[in-house]
């Protein structure tokens, strides 16, 4: 458990995970019906990204002026879904207030937006992450902090009396059977709610490779799936982590048209060396 989110907050693979979240709670959003929204692996919920550059949390590069910081700079022409991510940003920060520069994790980027008949349960399993998770969510009504492993958590809150469910599965991959871990999971969250939602991010690196999980959502095996990928470079760059992929099995219709013109236009803007790019595929066609 050695993994702490603190490093990579606001980088390039954040962008692209917050950009598809907020996009997937506006889809649930578009019933009226409330949702339980499940994070398996919420980190500490919120991240100061003056910390990371003044070097007092972390003793290594920053990695956030290369991911949310360089589209603060030229997100303007990046159309509705990152404007509406960087307002997103931008309030979560207005509302934290004091000099440092708050960016909010998948928590407090959800919990800013559950209605009345919404409700989130978030787990972590990293007792100081899980405390300081707590702290995040302090008035945030309609939501819960577990401090278990989101794998168990996912087997004990589905299916949801709501029979509605958007669950974010972001692990750190520090197991080398994270993506098969995964793959039970998601067979076994289809079992209980065959209609739910359910977004994996996965790295795209030479020790991850494809993940278990993509290659097991083949027709046949799988309701409707697509995979939005991001790359910052090409395979001949050297760069351990050169690019991230969120997998959404049973996604809400049509986000796929709001979500790939993104993912394009994120190739272009984040690229760090030559072969950078952007894409959406259907796995299991709708
Ligand atoms: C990538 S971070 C989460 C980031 C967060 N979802 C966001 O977007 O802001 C992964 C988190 O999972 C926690 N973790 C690792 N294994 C876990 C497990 N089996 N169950 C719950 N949390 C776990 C780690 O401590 C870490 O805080």
Known sequence: MNYRHHYHAGNFADVAKHLVLLALVDGMQRKEKGFLY??????????????????????????????WGRLTKDGKTGGVLVQRY??????????????????????????????????????????????????????????????????????????????RAL???????????????????????????????????????????????VRAAEPGHFPPTWKAELTIAGPESGLKMRGAGVMVVNPPWQLDAQVKPVMVWLGEQLQQAPGSGGELHWLVPE
């Not at 398996?40 to 920053?62: Q, S």
């Not at 692990?171 to 739910?196: F, H, M």
Request: with cysteine; net charge negative; glycine share 10%.
């Open 38 to 67: 499940l994070d398996t692996h919420a980190g500490r919920g919120a991240y100061d990204l003056m910390g990371a550059a003044r070097g007092d949390v972390l003793a290594r590069r920053p990695e956030w002026p290369d991911g």
């Open 167 to 213: 669950v974010l599965i972001d692990p750190p991959y520090e197991q080398s059977d994270e993506s098969e871990r995964v793959t039970a999971a998601l067979r076994d969250g289809l079992r209980r709610l065959p209609g739910g939602t359910f977004a994996v991010w996965y790295p795209i690196t030479e020790r991850v490779g494809v993940p278990a999980f």
């Open 86 to 163: 960087l307002a997103a940003v931008s309030e979560f920060a207005e509302s934290m207030g004091g000099d440092g520069k708050p960016y909010p994790g998948s928590p407090a980027l959800v919990a800013a937006r559950l209605r009345e008949q919404d409700r989130a349960v978030f787990c972590e399993r990293h007792p100081e992450e899980y405390g300081a998770l707590v702290t995040t969510l302090l008035g945030f009504r309609r939501t819960r902090a577990e401090e278990r492993d989101g794998y168990e958590a996912m087997q004990g809150n589905l299916p949801p009396k709501e029979r």
